[in-house]
């Protein structure tokens, strides 16, 4: 067993899921439409600056959290952008489903 191909088989798999499909069909249908796409751009910087804002700080702007509300409120009413951040929701679960999986194979090596 080589341990690469193993890896490459999981992101295959993980490419061939529908919900990555899905997700894939609509980033790049809202990437060519690019009616939202800026918006929908810039909303994904703002969030993850504000995720790093928390790790480093424990706390988040409530400024910074009022207009990723308000954006959020105004993207979600375009269908497409709404089943896309869905569809994004569900990978990062199969993601974190992955990681802890991984976690506790190598448990053995990281407790002492």
């Known amino acids: 067993m080589n ?3 193993k890896i490459n088989d999981l992101t295959s798999s993980f490419k061939q899921t529908e919900e990555y499909k899905k997700f894939m069909m609509l980033k790049n249908k809202i990437k060519e439409e690019n009616v939202h796409y800026e918006k929908l751009k810039e909303f994904k910087e ?10 480093e700080n424990g ?3 409530e400024a910074t959290q009022k207009e990723l509300e308000n954006l959020y409120s105004i993207l979600i009413q375009n269908e497409d952008i709404r089943t896309m951040l869905e569809q994004e929701m569900k990978l990062n679960i199969m993601l974190a489903d992955m990681q802890k999986a991984l976690g506790n194979a190598i448990k053995e090596i990281v407790e002492f």
């Open 59 to 61: 706390k988040v702007d």
């Open 3 to 5: 341990f690469y191909d």
């Open 46 to 55: 703002k969030q993850a600056k504000q995720q790093v804002q928390y790790m």
